[in-house]
């Protein structure tokens, strides 16, 4: 199936959109590759669109994008019933494509329940191997829909744990057929390398161990630190702003200025919108040791905020400092 650029909101039909923009690298990686080979492995019921998001601010506004990717996924009469923002898992743009599939409807033709049961065991299958680490939830690590739920994730992320999840309050046959598949009757259900390894109070068990780290246990390499994090992602373009919204969308005047600034300059740069991640916003400050946003980096190195960057400009420095290679 081809994959074509929407221009205009859709007005009636299933689709799946994909806002990107030609500054950031892994959204760009997404339109050529990822969400391509989606569309071609997919339902014909189902639009797959990409919108350049700085390009097409009137489709932003409709569907209210405000960071880039993002993936919105649009009912059959043009409501939003899901979206993947930020930082993007392969395994949760799959699920939810899957879902948005399943609810085109029944197939017309008869299956027995043999064959039905056999379908269903294959997408289990294929869901708890989709990450090295799988939570089975209610709700989304963002927004959980129950204390143990809600527990389980924040164990997880505390030991720094990369983690892939599905919520079984969006499909039903997933959460009636999970508990016959891995023969464990309750929720969350946390898998890792394909295996089950338990509910809440097993996952509490092996972070009270002081022998092992939760991921030497469940056989997985950890996440990276916090500042291993900070220091890749000031890394990420050469030009690197940290800012309240996107630089389609700033969400403060600050950040709109120092925008206005680089565009200004016509440099290519990368943005991260520390409203999206609470992790970044607090961590920058002490990593940078500078206490504000936004933050402008360049070459892996902080320059400064808007103050600076004023001076910067006045004095003929800011276009000298960015043109260097």
Excluded at 67 to 96: C, Y
């Amino acid at each position: 199936m081809q994959v074509e650029e929407l221009i205009s909101p859709l007005k009636e039909g299933k689709a799946a959109l994909l806002f990107w923009a030609p500054w950031h690298e892994d959204s760009v990686s997404l339109k050529e590759s990822i969400f391509p080979a989606l569309a071609s492995s997919s339902s014909s019921g189902i639009q797959f669109r990409t919108v350049e998001a700085e390009a097409h601010p009137v489709v932003c506004k409709e569907y209210t994008v405000t960071v880039v990717p993002t993936f919105v996924f649009v009912g059959e009469t043009g409501q939003v019933t899901e979206r993947v923002e930020g930082n993007v898992e392969v395994a949760q743009v799959t699920q939810a494509v899957q879902r948005l599939i399943n609810s085109v409807g029944a197939p017309t033709s008869r299956v027995t329940t043999k064959t039905a049961e056999e379908s269903l065991n294959g997408r289990l299958e294929r869901l708890v191997q989709s990450s090295s680490v799988m939570l089975f939830m209610k709700g989304t690590p963002t927004d959980p829909r129950c204390g143990f739920s809600r527990q389980a994730v924040a164990l997880l992320s505390d030991a720094k744990i990369p983690f892939g999840s599905f919520d079984i309050l969006s499909d039903e046959d997933v959460r009636q057929g999970l508990k016959k598949f891995s023969d464990w009757p309750t929720y969350p259900q946390l898998y890792a390398n394909g295996e089950l390894v338990g509910g809440l109070d097993i996952l509490k068990e092996l972070v009270e161990d002081d022998t092992q780290s939760l991921a030497e246990q469940l056989g997985v390499a950890p996440g990276p630190t916090l500042e291993e994090r900070l220091g890749k992602i000031v890394q990420r373009n050469r030009i690197m702003l940290f800012m309240k919204g996107v630089p389609s969308a700033p969400r403060c005047g600050f950040s709109r200025q120092i925008v206005e600034m680089l565009d200004n300059e016509g440099v290519s740069y990368d943005a991260f919108n520390i409203l999206e991640d609470e992790e970044v916003r607090q961590g920058l400050k002490k990593f940078s040791d500078w206490p504000t946003y936004p933050q402008l980096y360049v070459g892996g190195e902080l320059v400064g905020g808007l103050d600076i960057c004023n001076e910067m400009v006045e004095s003929g420095e800011f276009a000298d400092l960015l043109k260097q290679e």
